[in-house]
C-alpha cells in the first residue's frame, strides 16, 4: 500500500468529483426512465430501445476520451502544454464530424433505426418519435462530455460535477413539465422526454463552452486550436489511442447488438432489463468515475518516468476497488426489492427486474476490480491494446454467442438469459490481475520536444 497522504488526496480529488459528475449524469437518465415508465410498459420499452444509440454514442465518446486520456496524462505529466492541446484537437474532430453524421442519418430515417431493436409496431411508432427529437441533443452532449473528459486529465474535474448538476436540474424541470403538461407546457408525453433531454443537453453545452475559453486558466484553450491537429500527434493517437477507441466503440456496439437481441424477446424482457441496467449503470458509473481518477494519476506518474510508483499506486488501487466492489454488492443487493417500485409497470415486471438487480449485485465486485484495472490502471500505463483484446474476445465469442443460444435457440428462462447478458463480469477480474503481475502494462507514449 502507498503510504504517501498526498497519493489518496490527489486520486480522491480527481476521482470523487469525477464519480459523482457521472452518478448526477446518470441520474438524468433514470428521472427519464422513472417518468416515462408512469406512461406504460410499451412506452418504457420504446423509450428504453431508443436509448441504446444514446448509450453507442456515449460508448464512443468514452472511447475517443479513453484513448486519449494516457497521452494527454502522460504529458501532462511532463507538463508540456502543447502537446495536450494538440491531443485535445485530434479527439475533438474525431467526435465532432462522427456524431455530426449520426444525428443527420437519424433525423432522415428514425424508424428505420428503431428497426433495428424492435418490430412491435406501437413500440417502432414511439420510439421513431423520440429518436428524431433526441438526435439533436447528440451533438450538444458529445461536444460537452469530450471537453469535460480531456479537462479532467489535467486535473480540472470541478467544472464536470456543476454541470451535471444543472444537467439534472433542468432535465427534472423540462421532463415534468413537457411530459406531463404542466405550467402551461402541452403534454408530449414521450417526446417530451426527448425535448427535455435535448434542451438540457443544450444548456449543459453552453456552460461548458463559457469555462473552457473564459475561465479556465490551466490550458488557456482557443477556439482555433480544436481544429489545428499535427499529423504527427494524429499518427500517435492512431497508434497508442486508437485500440482504446475502437475497444469502446466495439464493446458498446456489442452491447448495442446485445439490446437488439433482448427487444425482440418481448416487453417484459426489454422493460425489466431496462430498469436492472438503469440501476447498474447508476453503481457502474461510479465506479468507471474513480477508475478514471485511477487513469490520470497513473498516466502522470509513468510521465513522470516514476514506474517504481506507479507499480506501487497498481497494488494500492487494486485493494481500494476490492473494497469498493463489496459496498457496491451490498447496496445493489438490499435495494433490489425497492427500486422497481418507483416505475408504474406491471407488477410480472417489476418482480423480474428485482430479481435481475439482485443478480447483478453479486457480479459486480468482479466488475469493480476489473474496471479499475482495464480503465484506470492499463489504460493509464499506455496498456490499452490489451485492454481492446480482452473487450473484444469477450464481447464478440462469450457474450453475443450466449445470449442468442439461450434466447432464441434454448428458449431459457429470462434470469438465465440476462446472466448470459453479463457473464463476462464473472470472469474479467481474473485476467485483470494476471496482466499486472510483472511490468509488461506499463508504456511511455509521449514523444519529445
Known amino acids: 500500500m502507498v503510504k504517501d497522504k498526498l497519493f489518496y488526496r490527489t486520486l ?48 464512443f465518446v468514452k472511447g475517443v476520451s479513453g484513448g486519449a486520456a494516457a497521452l494527454v496524462a502522460q504529458y501532462w505529466g511532463k507538463k508540456d502544454i502543447p502537446h495536450v492541446k494538440q491531443v485535445f484537437s485530434v479527439a475533438f474532430q474525431i467526435c465532432f464530424y462522427i456524431t455530426a453524421l449520426l444525428c443527420a442519418v437519424l433525423w432522415l430515417f428514425p424508424r428505420h433505426a428503431m428497426q433495428i431493436f424492435s418490430s412491435d409496431p406501437a413500440v417502432l411508432e414511439i420510439g421513431a418519435q423520440y429518436v428524431r427529437i433526441l438526435c439533436f441533443s447528440y451533438l450538444f452532449s458529445c461536444v460537452s462530455e469530450l471537453l469535460i473528459m480531456m479537462l479532467r486529465c489535467v486535473e480540472v474535474v470541478r467544472i464536470g460535477l456543476v454541470v451535471s448538476g444543472v444537467s439534472l436540474f433542468s432535465n427534472l424541470f423540462f421532463n415534468y413539465a413537457l411530459i406531463f403538461g404542466h405550467f ?50 494524429v499518427r500517435d493517437y492512431l497508434h497508442y489511442g486508437l485500440p482504446v477507441m475502437l ?71 487494486q485493494i481500494l476497488f476490492i473494497g469498493t466492489g463489496l459496498v457496491v454488492c451490498a447496496a445493489m443487493f438490499f435495494s433490489s426489492p ?93 485476467i485483470a490481475f494476471i496482466r499486472l503481475r510483472g511490468n509488461r502494462w506499463i508504456h511511455d507514449v509521449t514523444r519529445a520536444g
Open 12 to 59: 480522491l480529488a480527481i476521482a470523487i468529483p469525477t464519480a459523482l459528475q457521472g452518478l448526477v449524469s446518470l441520474s438524468v437518465n433514470m428521472l427519464d426512465n422513472i417518468m416515462v415508465g408512469s406512461l406504460g410498459d410499451v412506452s418504457l420499452a420504446s423509450v428504453s430501445l431508443a436509448n441504446q444509440i444514446t448509450v453507442m454514442l456515449s460508448y
Open 184 to 233: 402551461g407546457f402541452p403534454r408530449l408525453e414521450t417526446r417530451g422526454a426527448a425535448l427535455a433531454t435535448t434542451l438540457s443537453r443544450f444548456i449543459e453545452l453552453l456552460i461548458v463552452l463559457f469555462y473552457v475559453f473564459r475561465v479556465d486558466r490551466r490550458l488557456r484553450l482557443r477556439v482555433r486550436e480544436l481544429w489545428c491537429a499535427d499529423r504527427k500527434m
Open 247 to 317: 475497444g469502446d466503440v466495439q464493446w458498446g456496439f456489442v452491447g448495442f447488438l446485445k439490446n437488439a437481441m433482448i427487444g425482440h424477446m418481448g416487453v417484459l424482457m426489454t422493460a425489466s432489463n431496462s430498469i436492472a441496467e438503469t440501476v447498474f449503470s447508476l453503481f457502474y458509473v461510479f465506479i468507471t468515475g474513480l477508475s478514471s481518477g485511477a487513469c490520470v494519476l497513473v498516466g502522470k506518474l509513468v510521465g513522470e518516468g516514476e514506474h517504481g510508483k506507479v507499480r506501487e499506486a497498481s497494488g494500492t488501487i
Open 338 to 430: 425497492f427500486i422497481p417500485l418507483l416505475y408504474g409497470i406491471s407488477a410480472e415486471a417489476r418482480a423480474l427486474s428485482s430479481q435481475f438487480i439482485a443478480m447483478n449485485a453479486f457480479m459486480s465486485i468482479g466488475t469493480c476490480y476489473h474496471a479499475a484495472c482495464f480503465t484506470g490502471i492499463n489504460r493509464g500505463a499506455g496498456d490499452g491494446l490489451f485492454v481492446m483484446k480482452v473487450d473484444m474476445i469477450c464481447g464478440w465469442l462469450v457474450v453475443l454467442p450466449l445470449v442468442f443460444l439461450s434466447g432464441f435457440v434454448l428458449h431459457a428462462p429470462l434470469p438465465a438469459v440476462y446472466v448470459c447478458t453479463r457473464i463476462d463480469q464473472c470472469f474479467k477480474w481474473l
